[in-house]
């Protein structure tokens, strides 16, 4: 089915809906989730329609792709996101035009990182993505590698550590997908005891269009959604 502008603020309200409904019966404040619309693939017209009916910030997984939409809809002045894997010999687009990162993964890139945006004098939120599935196929730190990792990073001052990242295991049993949100909830606990007390660990983004709802009842403060916003992608 194909979506057009017209309907993108239809199925916004009603994925808000689906949001603050998880939010209620998870005995959570309305509000403290946020949606990510995630737009890679998605074209200019349904984006527009998205910032038209009051999104503010897009994800996006490829690096270069994401640039040429920051640029091509500069006059939104929307904020834009880098929810996929990033080389490090792509830092410096990231640097040029990303607010967030949702995928820190890497020493090395942490630091080309930081020496990039000390340059350009100034700072990005970073989110580290941690793989909670065990998945080989999955980026992303494992949750026991967290505590070194943020050891490792801590003297990078340009980096904004903001919370961390995970895509759960894609499986129809909801045990299994649950247990990947709890294990992501667990590395901020500890992080919130034992990380660098520079930064603040708020954020868990996890949850995408099949498994949103058992993420903000497991504590998502970030839902990335991309088909059930702007349908199937090619
Ligand atoms: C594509 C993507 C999403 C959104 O997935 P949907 O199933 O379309 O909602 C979320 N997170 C990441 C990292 C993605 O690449």
């Known amino acids: 089915m194909d979506v057009s502008p017209t309907d993108i603020a239809g199925r916004l309200a009603e994925i808000q809906a689906r949001i603050d409904a998880a939010c209620e019966a998870a005995q959570r404040p309305a509000g403290s989730v946020r949606l990510l619309p995630v737009t890679k693939t998605v074209s200019e017209p349904l984006i527009r329609a998205a910032h038209a009916a009051g999104c503010r910030w897009f994800g996006e997984n490829k690096v270069q792709e994401a640039q040429a939409k920051a640029e091509a809809m500069a006059d939104l002045a929307a904020d834009w996101c880098v929810i996929g894997h990033l080389q490090t010999n792509k830092a410096r687009h990231v640097v040029q035009f990303a607010a967030e990162l949702h995928s820190l993964d890497s020493v090395r890139l942490a630091e080309e990182l930081d020496r990039r945006l000390q340059s350009a004098g100034r700072s990005l939120r970073v989110l580290i993505q941690v ?90 403060t970030i839902v990335r959604l991309g088909t059930s916003i702007f349908g199937a992608r090619d």
């Open 131 to 220: 793989n909670t599935s065990g998945e080989a196929s999955k980026s992303g730190l494992a949750p026991e590698e967290v505590p070194d990792f943020l050891q490792a990073i801590s003297a990078c001052q340009s980096l904004a550590v903001a919370g961390f990242m995970t895509l759960a295991l894609p499986s129809e049993d909801d045990a299994l997908v649950r247990a990947c949100f709890q294990s992501l909830a667990q590395v901020r606990e500890r992080a919130r005891q034992d990380g660098p007390a520079h930064w603040r660990y708020d954020e868990l983004s996890m949850g995408m269009s099949g498994d949103f709802e058992l993420a903000i009842a497991e504590g998502a």
